[in-house]
């Protein structure tokens, strides 16, 4: 017996040019790579949703709080309708709303300490409604200076004081209406707006 073992030819396989595998029909040596699938990551999708809107009521109070600079600024665009009277008609749609502010007896100074007592320093009002008033009443505030100029100086009709005060009146004016449109265009699709000049100086007021 032990004579026909050491007979026995080598059992060991070796690889041919036919068949690189050297187990070829053996299952449990062929050592076959396991397949593992990793957990595929979970996708999320990010809906952009918007945080914290803001009330209608806080746009339509942010609104109307733009409107008392822009009526006070009126006056010093006279010299500019006097130059080019088509500009009125695109004045003309706030003409009742003016009449209105007009027939109110001191309405100016009424507008102001309502706005600043009332609106600004009432801490019932979210933090959108009292900045958008402070930079209304700041803006307002402003518009005082270029009159207190003009009765300090006196330019009189004629000459180059004269071209100086009109020239400065109309810019004044020009800018108003600019911040105006700006702050009630931000104000209805709920945007803060930041009037140059005078955000900075309400900001640090509220």
Known sequence: MAALCYS??????????LNPKPYP??????HPKPNLR????????????SLNPIPATDRLISVAAYSLPFFNSLQYGRYLFIQYPQLGI???????????????PYASFV????????????????????????????LDVLLVVPLLLTRI??????????????????GVFVFSCLCFVYGVVS??????????FVADAAGRQI
């Open 25 to 30: 029909n053996i299952p449990f040596l062929s």
């Open 38 to 49: 990793l957990p595929k990551k979970p996708t999320t999708t990010i809906s952009r949703m």
């Open 153 to 170: 100086f006196n330019p009189g009709r004629v000459g180059l004081g004269f071209k100086v005060m009109v020239w400065g009146h109309t």
């Open 90 to 104: 695109l004045f003309d749609p706030i003409l009742p709303f003016l009449s209105l502010y007009k027939s109110v």
């Open 187 to 196: 104000s209805i699709l709920g945007r803060t707006p930041y009037l140059p």
């Open 111 to 138: 507008a102001f300490f309502a706005l600043y007592l009332g609106v600004v320093r009432n801490p019932s009002f979210s933090h959108y409604v009292r900045f958008n008033s402070m930079q209304a009443v700041t």
């Open 8 to 17: 026995l030819p080598s059992l060991t396989l070796k690889p041919s040019p």
